[in-house]
């Protein structure tokens, strides 16, 4: 019982954030830093991130993480780097040889794309991974990295498409209706999908939590990428958007990353209607 209660109001943790500013750094960041020591990283100047003291500037193309975690030296480090993939396998290099070295934890934010050379079924944790994409096997060859580390000292945290209202992808959608231009949907596409506000809660879980291994932190439920997004377009307003529709396959195909053995309490799991019910509407 006390190493619950330990875990639960462990606010003595540092957490760094690597791709603070991003979409999903910045709202991890937003979610963490009122409960724990939490520093983010930032690339292109920007005031907000330059007045806040709790945020670094560090290029991953030319600058060294190492440094940077000599100096922070934090408990838990989160990767949502984006950007140059030989950087991005240099800089998870650097950092798995930091951890291999120190008491730090490594979250890394994956991919539902790990495993896209797979498309007749969904994908659970313990699945080999295999992909057809570049950024697929990005996200796989840093994962074997932190394969390689105790499991005490890692977590894979493999992710679905991501939307809500600041998200690139519903600001996509909002620039194509406004220059009337055609909004790719594809049919026999299945997945599942999420949002920031539950993906930054599901991370705020683990780490009080201090949980390890494999998570897939998606929507337990499987919806067509078309039915979904004519539905968050729904949502958003009344537009007469223009479609087109892109069939890669005749077949129907998966890319959907689905609990089997690390499922999260049931007030973290989420639907994807309520995706589109709560969190699309500005």
Known sequence: MGSKKKALNDGGKKILILGGSGFLGNAIYKELCSYFDTY???????????????????DMRTDDVFSLLEK??????????R?????????????????SKTASKLYFISSANVFDAYSKYPSYEH????????????????ENMLLRLPKESMGILRVPMVFGNGSPRIKQIKQFILANEPIEVFPNLILNVTNDDKLTQQIHYLINHNKSGIFHLGSSDLVHHEDFIK????????????????????????LAVLPKVNKLPKNLQIKYQEIIDH???S
């Open 40 to 58: 983010g990283t930032y690339c292109a100047a920007r005031r907000s991130f330059e007045k806040n003291k709790q945020f670094f500037k560090y």
């Open 72 to 81: 922070i030296k934090p408990d838990v480090i989160i990767s949502a780097l």
């Open 83 to 99: 950007g140059d993939f030989a950087a991005q396998i240099q800089a998870h290099q650097h950092i798995v040889e930091y951890i």
């Open 127 to 142: 699945d080999k991974t295999l992909s057809e994409s570049i950024y697929g096997r990005l996200k796989i060859k840093i």
């Open 231 to 254: 539905e968050v377009l729904e949502r958003i307003g009344n537009f007469n958007p223009i479609y087109k529709r892109v069939f890669t396959t005749n077949e129907e195909r998966y």
């Open 279 to 281: 969190h699309i509407l």
